[in-house]
């Protein structure tokens, strides 16, 4: 299968600054890249969808000033946390498909990066 | 609204024995249904999705849309079965977007 990475694993930042999470499709081109944020012993909930050179759509209740998607390139979407608090703390995943002629595609599942504001 | 319901938490069950998880899901369009699992230390990963209709791992899920479920099944779990199970929502328009639920962990024990 195809594979997905985030850099990095894990991160610890002071609150104030603003932390980048990478996430890099390996073996193919992602059309669609998926940010979801997943809180201890609980589910992912999807924060934004990008697309390859245009804005990312994000889903309600997620502040797009605070959170800063780029999907730059084929390969390559970044996430901003900007301006960190500790309740930014969480696992951030990211997923990406690879569009093609299936009406869904599977997503493909980065590994995750741990974010702790101190 | 979109929304899936996965009510077990927590599964445990012993090596041999059947397993079902359970999944339940609210979609006034037609739905595309997907399991996918998150073993120990590991990403998540697709398992199976309904539209193919089939069997991965000796799992199989069927769509039953009258009762809006999609229950996951094993007919003789293996301890390397133990892992996090999502049920996870597509909706139509293209979007891609998924829909997760809460998750069940299963453990088999030896």
């Known amino acids: 299968g195809a594979v997905v990475s985030q850099h990095p694993s894990w991160v610890i930042c002071k609150s104030g600054t603003s932390v980048k999470i990478e996430c890099r499709s390996l073996?193919?081109?992602?059309?669609?890249m998926f940010w979801y944020r997943q809180f201890p012993k609980q589910s992912l909930m999807l924060m934004a969808t990008?697309?390859?050179?245009?804005?990312?759509?994000?889903e309600q209740g997620v502040e797009k000033d605070k959170f800063l998607i780029n999907h730059a390139s084929l390969t390559l979407s970044t996430l901003t946390v900007t301006s960190a608090h500790p309740e930014d703390s969480s696992f951030y995943i990211c997923?990406?498909?690879?569009?093609?002629?299936?009406?869904?595609?599977?997503?493909?599942f980065g590994p995750g990066t741990r974010l702790t504001v101190l | 609204a979109q929304r899936v319901t996965q009510p077990e938490k927590l599964l445990s069950v012993f090596k041999g024995a059947p397993v079902e998880l359970k999944c339940n899901y609210s979609?006034?369009?037609?739905?595309?249904l997907f399991w996918y699992v998150q073993y120990s230390r590991q990403r998540l990963q697709l398992l199976l999705r309904?539209?193919s209709r089939e069997s991965i791992k000796g799992f199989t899920a069927d769509l039953n849309k009258g009762e809006t479920s999609f229950h996951l099944k094993k007919p003789f779990a293996q301890e390397e079965d133990s892992a996090m199970y999502y049920c996870?929502?597509?909706?139509?328009?293209?979007?891609?977007?998924?829909?997760f639920g809460k998750g069940t962990k299963l453990t088999v024990n030896p």
């Open positions: 997923s990406s498909t690879s569009g093609g002629s299936a009406l869904y595609n599977e997503q493909f």
């Open positions: 073996d193919f081109q992602a059309t669609t």
């Open positions: 990008s697309n390859e050179g245009s804005k990312a759509t994000y």
């Open positions: 979609y006034s369009g037609s739905p595309e």
């Open positions: 309904h539209i």
């Open positions: 996870a929502l597509a909706t139509q328009g293209g979007s891609e977007k998924l829909v």
